[in-house]
């Protein structure tokens, strides 16, 4: 369907789209005038150990040269116990009647405390800031006293940060009026596509039961070529979501959406209605043979609602409420991708389009990434786009012993690293595809070169994993020729990087024998947290806390998909999750088994590589909360079912039928004698 036919269809159903969007903005212009503007004020504490714990080790008497990460578990203790019913109920007899919120600084390894006030008096909330900092410190000396710890012992409190001067936090405010708004234009729009579809039913119907008339013979009217009635298909829409993911910085968002307002998400959920529109008008069905994909979304959309429903049930802050809010739209934006490669694309060739568009673009996104390593600096902090603010805290340039780690325009090296980890193996796969032969040997190999380059410069175990899954299931399929043609290309490439970076083999040989030996910081700063995310865990063990509630800025980062999921929507998530994995590893097997030609075979086998990679490194990074990373991995999913139901219709279609009893052969008489 094309962009004029969806025009012509609002503006038939004007008495649904006119209220509709009328009723919306007023409802938006009704909670711009009434709901206040709110003010926050910030403050940070950090926890030091006593003068006579400092004097045992060699700091001169100085408690701030030993405030080491030993206090984190006193830290989290107290934070506990800022936010326990009992310490509301005393700070509101001391005046604070405003939301407040204790928790671990944002991006900090050590013992320090954010405190916030959120209210709408200004002057109002820096008071009660005081208070609330103030009472930080005294709760601490009272759990210290309960067990009978000498003073001189007591771990102290140090303000770092004084309570700042509350600014405005119109965010809040603009989002539910945003809400508001699209809410009442999606309704509009589905419900007049809705009975544009009803109303062709009936036609066809009316059609059906009255005798055809005998018509004149007409000429062909011309019409106009424009934009407008261009025909629009799914691979057009998802080329313009990849432009959109991989060139502007997976790091700018919409203000009013936050992390999740990425504009390719945003047109995700726009092509998701455009599909909805042709569907529901009767112009497109779903591809046969491609369920699977879907069914897998529904399991993941069931666990999604159910730790929805259980965080509205909890006493959850505006905060985690706002984030399962974005999980719910995150999630939309994931069925749009879904949807849109296994229902919307109903030619092969497309589909092969789509991959080779992907593949040039994420080869695009290599190439920024070795400028940034050897210029030692991050090309996406140089563009800037108006409207559009970063949903990344403290985004720069992050360093490995002597190199730089580039992240191109993700948010990240991992996701950099992750993301090109599931591209590689559809790279490699066009590049030994016997029908792209004719091509130039740069133009075939020139991706896999960019793309698998780019990911040991990262210098990180993630990307590392992701080459060596990727070997070992692709390169034992090959015939003799060209594996032992790749295992050379491999051990070559090895000696090519300790030429030309020196030092780079040394440092990611090291991060491997620092993990083995359990000696590396990181490692053990990972493992602390796998015991604290424990307790959030047997709070909701079932549904979770919500999807998109536990956040770094309130709680930690988990730098580990599986247990952010276990902590979000709990052991049915965690089950969604295998699933989603499991299914595009079923893609790959199916499509290689079933596969008629060795193109298809090929394709198979990077479809089974890339949901593989994506299975084990996402015990490595929160994956799917980064946008580039999760659009990747979701595109490639529906794109596998796609693939596996073209493959199978060839499959029935190549399969001669059985012969019917009337066309089997007479018995011959044969003469007696």
Not at 437 to 452: F, S, T
Not at 601 to 620: D, H, W
Request: with cysteine.
């Amino acid at each position: 369907m094309s962009l004029g036919e969806i025009w012509a269809i609002l503006r038939r159903r004007w008495y649904f789209m006119v209220p509709f969007t009328v009723f919306s903005l007023l409802g938006g212009a009704y909670l711009y005038v009434t709901v206040p503007v709110s003010y926050q004020s910030q403050s940070s504490v950090t926890l030091l150990d006593s003068s006579a714990v400092a004097r045992l080790a060699p700091t001169f008497g100085n408690p701030i040269s030993n405030a080491g990460g030993s206090l984190i578990v006193t830290e989290d203790v107290l934070i506990r116990t800022l936010e326990s019913n009992d310490a509301a109920k005393e700070l509101h007899s001391r005046g604070v009647t405003d939301q407040y919120t204790a928790g671990f600084a944002p991006t900090s390894d050590s013992p320090l405390l954010s405190l916030s006030v959120t209210g709408t008096d200004r002057a109002k909330v820096l008071k009660e800031t005081h208070i609330l900092t103030t009472f930080a410190g005294e709760q601490l000396d009272a759990l210290q006293a309960a067990a009978k710890v000498p003073p001189s012992y007591f771990v102290q409190t140090a303000p770092v940060v004084l309570p700042q001067t509350p600014v405005a936090k119109s965010k809040n405010r603009y989002q539910d009026i945003a809400a508001v708004i699209i809410l009442g234009v999606v309704s509009a729009f589905l419900l007049s596509i809705l009975m544009e579809g009803v109303a062709v039913v009936r036609r066809r119907h009316d059609r059906k039961s009255v005798a055809p008339r005998p018509q004149e013979t007409r000429a062909p009217k011309r019409t106009r070529a424009g934009l407008l009635s261009r025909q629009v298909d799914a691979t057009a829409i998802l080329t313009v979501y990849l432009v959109l993911a991989f060139f502007i910085p997976s790091n700018l968002a919409l203000p009013a959406l936050g992390g999740v307002g990425t504009p390719a998400n945003v047109f995700a959920l726009l092509g998701l209605l455009w599909y909805l529109a042709t569907w529901l008008g009767g112009r497109i069905l779903p591809a046969p043979g491609t369920r699977l994909a879907r069914v897998s979304m529904c399991v993941l959309g069931v666990a999604v609602l159910a730790a929805y429903i259980a965080d509205s049930m909890r006493e959850s802050s505006h905060q985690e409420i706002l984030g399962a809010d974005r999980g719910l739209i995150g999630f939309l934006v994931w069925v749009s991708l879904v949807v849109l490669t296994t229902a919307g694309v109903q030619e092969r060739g497309r589909l092969d389009v789509l991959m080779r568009r992907m593949v040039v673009m994420g080869s695009v996104v290599a190439a920024l990434g070795f400028y940034d390593f050897f210029s030692a600096t991050n090309i996406a902090d140089s563009i800037h786009i108006p409207g559009l603010q970063t949903s990344v805290a403290q985004v720069s340039a992050m360093d490995r012993g002597s190199f730089t780690r580039p992240r191109s325009t993700t948010a990240q090296p991992l996701e950099f690293g992750g993301m090109l980890a599931i591209l590689v193996p559809f790279a490699i796969q066009q590049a030994v595809d016997p029908v792209r032969r004719h091509l130039h040997v740069l133009r075939r190999w020139g991706p896999v070169l960019l793309m698998a380059g780019a990911l040991p410069l990262t210098v990180s175990r993630t990307s590392i994993i992701g080459m060596l899954l990727i070997a070992l299931v692709m390169v034992p399929r090959w015939k003799p020729a060209r594996r032992w043609a790749a295992i050379g290309v491999m051990t070559a490439s090895v000696a090519v990087f300790k030429v030309l970076i020196p030092g780079l083999i040394g440092t990611i040989t090291g991060l491997f024998a620092s993990f083995l030996s359990n000696s590396d910081s990181s490692t053990q700063a990972r493992t602390v947290k796998y015991s604290a995310i424990v307790p959030y865990l047997k709070e909701h063990p079932l549904f979770g806390r919500g999807f998109g509630t536990f956040t770094p800025d309130l709680y930690f980062f988990t730098d580990n998909q599986y247990m952010l999921t276990l902590a979000e929507m709990g052991v049915l998530g965690l089950v969604a999750l295998f699933t989603l994995f499991i299914t595009g590893i079923h893609h790959g097997g199916a499509i290689r088994r079933l596969a008629r030609t060795e193109s298809d075979r090929e394709l198979g086998q990077a479809f089974f590589a890339s949901s593989l990679v994506a299975l084990v490194i996402s015990a490595t990074f929160d994956s799917l909360s980064f946008p580039m990373f999760a659009g990747m991995f979701f595109l490639t999913l529906g794109a596998g079912g796609s693939c596996l139901g073209f493959v199978r219709r060839e499959a029935a279609a190549a399969v001669p039928a059985p012969r019917k009893a009337s066309q089997a052969p007479l018995p011959q008489l044969v003469e007696s004698r």
